[in-house]
């Protein structure tokens, strides 16, 4: 499965990524940078289309370019999309797994970290065990997942809700 990009068709990227405790909830705070904003409705999405998906789309743009909550939230409408179960949410789940490590990364909760990169991985590796071939895609992304495991930032970085990819591009 190839994964395209297409920047072009993308909305900005958000003014912040939502730490939280430190920056103002996107959603809930109408400081926020996503005040009243709804995801579009997300079609329900198959293993061979999900590529094509806007939603999971963006939620990829978002977290390469370290916006994890941001990731999280955009793919969890993927994983509501697809039913919460099976293939395609079980692979989604594994992302927003990988997005909340993140998350955590950025809150310097190196445990809530390894926590989430041990689900990703899990769900991941049951994804592979679906596949009659798994793709080399899912194979790099199970490689990231235990790199980022077995040398994890222990701390945020130093400008809270500064977008930077700490966990690499995916």
């Not at 993308?10 to 940078?33: F, K, M, N, V």
């Not at 916006?67 to 927003?96: P, Q, T």
């Not at 596949?131 to 990231?144: A, D």
Request: aromatic share 8%; net charge neutral; charged share 20%.
């Amino acid at each position: 499965m190839s994964i395209p990009l297409h920047p072009e068709s993308e909305p900005a990227l958000p003014a912040y990524t939502h730490i939280p405790g430190i920056t103002p909830h996107p959603l809930g705070d109408p400081r926020g940078h996503s005040f009243g904003h709804v995801h579009p409705a997300c079609p329900t999405p198959d293993w061979q289309g999900l590529p094509d998906n806007r939603l999971f789309q963006h939620g990829r743009r978002l977290f390469n370019a370290g916006y994890y909550w941001e990731a999280h939230e955009a793919w969890e409408g993927v994983w509501i999309a697809a039913g919460r179960s099976g293939l395609v949410a079980d692979f989604v789940k594994g992302l927003i797994k990988l997005a909340a490590a993140g998350v955590k990364v950025r809150e310097g909760s190196a445990v809530g970290a390894q926590r989430h990169l041990a689900r990703a991985e899990e769900l991941f590796l049951l994804t592979v065990s679906r596949l009659s071939e798994p793709t080399s895609e899912l194979e790099r992304l199970l490689i990231v997942v235990r790199s980022l495991a077995a040398g994890l930032p222990a701390t945020p970085e130093p400008n809270a809700g500064k977008p930077v990819a700490v966990l690499g591009r995916i």
